[in-house]
T-cell receptor, first 112, second 112 residues
Framework: EADIYQTPRYLVIGTGKKITLECSQT?????MYWYQQDPGMELHLIHY???????EKGDLSSESTVSRIRTEHFPLTLESARPSHTSQYLC???????????FGEGSWLTVV | AQSVAQPEDQVNVAEGNPLTVKCTYS??????LFWYVQYPNRGLQFLLK??????LVKGSYGFEAEFNKSQTSFHLKKPSALVSDSALYFC??????????FGTGTRLQVFP
């Protein structure tokens, strides 16, 4: 099992609210990722980071933003949530030189 | 561009029978291939990977996968299916800059 934690697991919020999804890993991995997944559907990379103060946008355009101030922490923020943001968000990490990417349990976001 | 294809949306198999979940890939250079499993309302769990070496790769929970370079395939197999194997299975390839590129997923249903 990988030591990567996401909070909250489930969140229901109103339109226009600001939310932050937390992701932490205790493995010292330098690379971290955020994927978005609609229920039972494929995963799309929305953000990634190769280390502290490094963030890049992924293949799927997203209105969310991320930060990487500490190695172990990679939060994702939506400044103004909309119903179209309803989805599952999966955080992942890996180490440079390693091959496997490990995932957290996911955060289910519902915007009403 | 790197990509994987999972041609079957769903695979149905009776408990005790062998199962196969198909994956084909398209990469430039040597492929790094992965299988992940997702149970309902959970994150992705790593099952196995092919990096180099033996074409038959063994992984968690009795699963194995066969890398076939000539057919550009990486099918997931298990000799005897369990009801508890019912889940969503994703094939993935390691793309440029270490990102994972996922297939569309295959839902495995094992019937008692």
């Amino acid at each position: 099992e990988a030591d990567i934690y996401q909070t909250p697991r489930y969140l229901v919020i109103g339109t226009g609210k600001k939310i932050t999804l937390e992701c932490s890993q205790t493995m010292g991995h330098d690379k971290m990722y955020w994927y978005q997944q609609d229920p039972g559907m494929e995963l799309h990379l929305i953000h990634y980071s190769y280390g502290v103060n490094s963030t890049e946008k992924g293949d799927l355009s997203s209105e969310s933003t991320v930060s990487r101030i500490r190695t172990e922490h990679f939060p994702l923020t939506l400044e103004s949530a909309r119903p179209s943001h309803t989805s599952q968000y999966l955080c992942a990490s890996s180490v440079t030189g390693g091959h496997t990417i490990y995932f957290g349990e996911g955060s289910w976001l519902t915007v009403v | 561009a790197q990509s994987v294809a999972q041609p079957e949306d769903q695979v149905n198999v009776a408990e005790g029978n062998p199962l196969t979940v198909k994956c084909t890939y398209s990469v430039s250079g040597n492929p790094y291939l992965f299988w992940y499993v997702q149970y309902p309302n959970r994150g992705l769990q790593f099952l196995l990977k092919y990096i180099t070496g033996d074409n038959l790769v063994k992984g968690s929970y009795g699963f194995e996968a066969e890398f076939n370079k000539s057919q550009t395939s990486f099918h997931l197999k298990k000799p005897s299916a369990l009801v508890s194997d019912s889940a969503l299975y994703f094939c993935a390839v390691r793309g440029p800059t270490d990102k994972l590129i996922f297939g569309t997923g295959t839902r495995l249903q094992v019937f008692p």
